[in-house]
């Protein structure tokens, strides 16, 4: 589909960025210990736009929906 790709591309980026280039891996099992944390923490802790916004881990138990998003309310100041 149109637009797959570049959320793909900023995904391996935000990897390889943001997580494997911080420091040194001396293995393939520290590599892959490092890709399992990326990917429980992208699905845990960050919402996705593909799912209005919310978290993949929410949407796949059930505690969210992909169609809903899940802003905070916004808070409402009095003025004075």
């Known amino acids: ?26 293995d393939v099992l520290g590599l892959v210990r ?11 802790l960050g919402p996705h736009e593909a799912l209005a916004w919310n978290r993949p881990h929410d949407v796949h138990t059930g505690l969210a929906d992909p169609l809903v998003p899940n802003f905070p309310e916004p808070e409402n100041l009095p003025v004075t």
């Open 34 to 44: 490092h890709a399992e944390d990326y990917r429980a923490e992208c699905n845990t």
């Open 1 to 26: 589909m149109p637009g797959q790709n570049g959320s793909c591309e900023r995904g391996f980026g935000f990897l390889k960025y943001e997580k494997l280039f911080l420091e040194e891996i001396p």
